[in-house]
């Protein structure tokens, strides 16, 4: 077989397919696999027009298939699979080829593989590729990780291929090694906690000022045209206007409120607690999710005493609205903040040097998260590349100070009424934590000296102290 293939892509499922025909539809010519032949032969019949696909049915025809280096990417399950692919394509390849995954793994795996193929001298490239299978096709959100060698000879092509911006890809070299997962797991934490900060709004909207579905969606809609635009609250007001056909009901009331999860939110709350980072509203929305699907748990606690109904009026159900935007722009805020502060925690612990500014600009576009909101991460990141908080910027501190009223008495009545606020609750308590001058963390050292005399620092003076507990001085 000659070797004519930029690319080869095995693994021909959804995202592996749409991507091959992504690069096939920019110009490349794509050599595609996949364990069962039959999916290959599937691809090239329905779209072997739309662009040079190389269909390969063994390993080595694939492999014999790529131009050198060879870039191989693979497009299988996360875990076992993976290795076994590797396994299975990395004794045809040679020193300089490329392996890419552009699966959904773990960033410690892509670390690992990393290491293990750098000492036959193949550079293993995890990718994280965001915007599921429409994104895969007409143009994700990619990060890649692995070394800058690899993104030399890969970066032209995923920039081809990428969503766009104002004209500019959704994708740059991320770091080294497991960084482009890391960053992609980080990315699917913030979307749990973006889209648990909109339900807890839309609840709110619906228990409180007692809205419909159908007029909850006119609500995001507006929301949609201001600081909120985003791909996340469009789709949630789709979501809410649509009439289930089978029984007439909004559709948001026939379906079962027990939230899915693949794990990429857990992966990033174990994560986080493993760097100490607190990001502690993306724990909140997962655990929501979590507690949603315990049933057993949900019956017994139902039905328990909760707080104090009252209808408001519509002119308070309209303050009320505007209020609600404002704590979930603020709580929002939070979340990404904490997200931004646990990819630079890993950037110290993994020793990569991570462009924030650039992370906030591939996710304008391409990407679940994609909203004009990450523009503004951008620029704060461009005025101030050493930013711990994205609140030391001057134009979103002036927002959340802004925001400080609504936010608190968005939260006082989600309290009084009994309707949850876990991921509202944690990011006030985040930012009251964060700006307090004084913890009770004090206390804390207090009692861990008292019962483990595990010594305490001092205000006032140098050094490690113990007291010694029961006696008198
Ligand atoms: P999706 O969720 O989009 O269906 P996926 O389940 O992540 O995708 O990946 C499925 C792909 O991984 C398929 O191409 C599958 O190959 P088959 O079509 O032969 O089932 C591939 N795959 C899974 N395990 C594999 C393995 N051990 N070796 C090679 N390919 C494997």
């Not at 004794?91 to 892509?110: K, V």
């Not at 603020?330 to 462009?355: N, P």
């Amino acid at each position: 077989m000659q070797a004519t293939a930029q690319i080869g892509v095995t693994g021909l499922a959804v995202m592996g397919r749409n991507l091959a025909r992504n690069f096939a539809r920019n110009g490349y010519t794509v050599a595609v696999h996949n364990r069962t032949p039959t999916r290959t032969k599937a691809l090239v019949e329905e779209f072997g027009h739309e662009g040079a696909f190389v269909a390969a049915g063994t390993a080595e025809e694939f492999v014999a298939a790529l131009e050198r280096p060879r870039r191989l990417m693979i497009m299988v399950q996360a875990g076992a699979a993976t290795d076994a692919v590797i396994e299975e394509f990395a004794p045809l390849l040679e020193p300089g080829d490329m392996i890419i995954d552009g699966g959904n793994a773990h960033f410690s795996d892509t670390r690992r593989r990393e290491r293990s193929l750098r000492e036959q001298g193949i550079h293993f490239v995890g990718a994280g590729v965001s915007g599921g299978e429409e994104g895969a096709l007409h143009g994700p959100s990619i990060m890649p990780g692995g070394s800058p060698e690899s993104y030399a000879s890969l970066g032209p092509m995923f920039e081809t291929i990428s969503a766009k911006v104002g004209g500019e890809p959704c994708t740059t070299h991320i770091g080294t090694d497991g960084a482009g997962h890391f960053v992609k797991m980080v990315h699917n934490g913030i979307e749990y906690a973006d889209m648990q900060v909109i339900g807890e709004a839309y609840d709110l909207l619906r228990q409180v000022a007692g809205y419909s579905p159908a007029a909850i969606a006119g609500i995001f809609r507006e929301w949609n045209k201001g600081r909120l635009d985003s791909y996340l609250i469009e789709i949630t007001a789709e979501v809410l206007a649509h009439v289930d056909a089978a029984s007439g009901k909004p559709f948001v009331d026939v379906v079962a409120d027990a939230a899915g999860q693949k794990g990429t939110g857990r992966w990033t709350v174990q994560t986080a607690l493993e760097l100490g980072s607190p990001v502690t509203t993306i724990a909140q929305a997962t655990f929501a999710r979590a507690a949603s699907g315990q049933s057993a748990l949900r019956a017994a606690y139902r039905g328990l005493p909760g707080g104090t109904r009252w209808d408001l009026t519509s002119c308070e159900a309209e303050r009320f609205t505007a209020q609600v935007e404002q704590a979930l722009y603020a709580s929002k805020l939070i979340a990404y903040d904490q997200g931004w502060k646990m990819i630079l925690d890993a950037t110290e612990e993994f020793g990569w040097e991570i462009d924030l500014g650039a992370v906030a600009k591939i996710w304008r576009g391409g990407c679940i998260i994609r909203a004009a909101f990450l523009d503004r991460i951008r620029a704060a990141y461009a005025a101030e590349p050493g930013l711990v908080s994205l609140l030391s910027d001057a134009g979103f501190a002036a927002e959340i100070a802004d925001a400080q009223v609504p936010w608190r008495e968005v939260i006082a009545t989600a309290t009084r009424r009994g309707v949850p606020v876990p991921a509202f609750s944690a990011a006030l308590s985040y930012y009251d934590s964060l700006r307090a001058g004084r913890l009770p963390a004090a206390l804390t050292q207090g009692q861990r000296d008292y019962f483990g005399a595990h010594t305490y620092r001092r205000v006032d003076r140098e050094g490690t102290f113990h007291t010694l507990w029961g006696t008198t001085d």
